[in-house]
């Protein structure tokens, strides 16, 4: 049978997606009939809107139909934020068409095992910089699903370097989350709570630095000894079986056996690679217009 490209998951984890999604739409739902629902007034204090602690008060509560629980997530696509969801959506599917054929033309394995070749073999030390550096994304630019149109380029790296796709998913979609949460300058979460408790911008940074670094130790012990227990046997991957046709394409990829066809994908690689480095210049310079709108501008100047 024909190996479908890019990453593949299993029915049953579908199965158990969708249910946890259901569990957490029907726990949402159910807590609008319990919860109160108030609010708090806002006022401007040094140019700064803040949150009048002692403005509290109930509202009345939004009497939602409980099928609307389960349509919310198709009634979006023609809320406010349906330009911007439908442009997601369709940005998503491209990507992941652009990753499909670079997979099956082996543009994609020619890339991988240039970076390889690039570390000479060291590659505990290509996890934790690849880690560093998608944990350096999240704590800084508040980038997070952002990444995920390059997840599929992490796991084929983890299946040419002997792991699975968990450790791909790990040094990218786990890096993110890490360092999103110990954020440095993310202006999505450190940026938004300083502006509203009405505290300069960013103030404190060189606090919350230790606390990265305690974090990436963490994470960089976790990834690495999993790795090498993968290394050490291959069948104790909770995804061993998912795993093992793609896994064997790229364990027996050489990238000094590449014929006249594969010199030529070589040289498709380097173009592969601009605009590798194009989609990142993108996100980060997107996250960054962000912060340029005016209420962000503001603060950053006051900070400065």
Known sequence: MEQKAGAQISTRAFVQ???????????????TQFVPAGSYARTMQAGREVIDPQSFR?????????????????????????????????????????????????????????????????????????SLFFMLLGAFFGIFEEVVPLVPLMIALAYLLGWDSLVGLGMSILATNMGFSAAITNPFTIGVAQKLAG???????????????????????????????????????????????????????????????????????????????????????????RLFRPTYFRLWVSYF
């Open 58 to 130: 109930y509202v009345e509560r939004p009497d939602y139909p409980i099928w609307r629980w389960l349509t919310a997530p198709i009634e979006v696509l023609w809320g406010p934020d349906a330009v911007t969801i439908i442009t997601i959506i369709i940005f998503l599917l491209m990507v992941g068409s652009t990753f499909a054929v670079l997979d099956k033309s082996g543009i994609l394995q020619a890339a991988i095992g240039r970076i390889v070749q690039a570390f000479g073999g060291k590659k505990y030390v290509l996890l934790l910089v690849i």
């Open 199 to 289: 505290l300069p911008l960013f103030s404190g940074a060189w606090l919350r630095v230790p606390i990265f670094i305690a974090i990436y130790a963490v994470l960089a012990v976790f990834l690495v000894s999993y790795a090498r227990r993968v290394d050490r046997n291959p069948q104790s991957s909770p995804v061993f079986e998912q795993d093992r046709l793609a896994r064997d394409k790229y364990r027996t990829f050489e990238l000094d056996s590449l014929s006249a066809r594969q010199a030529e994908i070589g040289k498709a690689t380097g173009w592969f690679a601009v605009f590798l480095v194009l989609i990142l210049v993108v996100l980060i310079a997107g996250r960054s217009f």
């Open 17 to 31: 997606s969708l249910i946890i999604l259901l569990v957490l739409m029907l726990a949402a739902g159910s807590l």
